[in-house]
């Protein structure tokens, strides 16, 4: 197994982000959903090496997402294909080596009837996700205390629809993607705002009309990679590209674009890299891709004839 060393920044969370010593990472190191043992199920890549992590005999995995300190997994468990929807998911948690299974929420609740899209916040305290809220019939922002399982709703527009939501490394905000207002729920319009948690107070980032969804912001928080539906009438799919915005000039540029479908972008732990999902419309075999923010190159870090999503690194 090939490791590098890297000098970084761990969350304390009393005096806010220290350094810590050097220590050995490995190059390629994600958490993913893949149907290679039947259902789908969450699995750990570590330098080649895989291990899988969920075990459900009746039930699919998927949509995993770890913690910022490396320890935990959220991920969701459905009876149905999880490709197909968010009916029936249900929020739980475990270790980062699969032990300790535990949920966390129910498939609906009295204000709830779906929710996904779940992420930690930077402390790893709290947990934000996206709900289809029973009354107003449209998506809202909700989050979790981890220690006592309390759910609440952010104060926002009831007429709008909020999907993806990540955490600022901060945790002051939250980034997600939104309709804008006097928009169509129904249209394709969805754009990359960012939401401060103490004011609600929204700021459109994003004015392509088109839709763009599951942004993730770069470790030192200066950028946010997301993917962008440039032509809703390609194939079934759409042609998605992953997009790169810079925070500070409002800067927005293509940093995938090829004649493949590319989806699912999380930048490494380090900021070097983005992980992604890559989909060949010739044999629509979806692999993992990883782009590297130094010199552009891609390469295939996880490629074989099952199917496999949602890469997290850590």
Partial sequence: MVLAAFTGCRR????GYEAFDVYDHPTTQFVYCSDRSGRFQIWKHVDGDLTQLTFETAKNCWWPNVSTLGDKILYYQTDG????????SELWVMNIDGT????????STSDISLHGMASWSPD?????????????????????????EEVW??????SANYYDPVYAPDGESVFCSVTPESADLGAENLELFEIDLL???????????????????SPDGNSIIYESLL?????????????HLDLSTATVTELIHDEYIN?????????????????????????ISQFSMLDAKIETIDSDTFTSVNPVPF
């Fill in 12 to 15: 304390n969370q009393t005096d």
């Fill in 81 to 88: 294909e999880p490709l197909d929807g968010l009916v029936d």
């Fill in 100 to 107: 300790s299974n535990q949920r966390l929420l129910r498939a």
């Fill in 124 to 148: 790893g305290d709290k947990i934000i996700f996206s709900g289809l809220n029973t009354d107003t019939k449209t998506w809202q922002l909700y989050e979790i205390d981890v220690a006592s």
């Fill in 153 to 158: 709703p952010l104060a926002l527009r009831e």
């Fill in 199 to 217: 004011s609600n107070q929204e700021i459109r980032l994003t004015f392509n009309h088109s839709a763009d969804h599951h942004p993730c912001v």
């Fill in 231 to 243: 032509d809703s009438n390609y194939l079934s799919i759409g042609k998605w590209s992953i997009m």
């Fill in 263 to 287: 989806l699912f972008p999380k930048f490494s732990w380090n900021g070097e890299f983005v992980i992604f999902n890559r989909l060949d419309i010739q044999t629509f075999e979806m692999n």
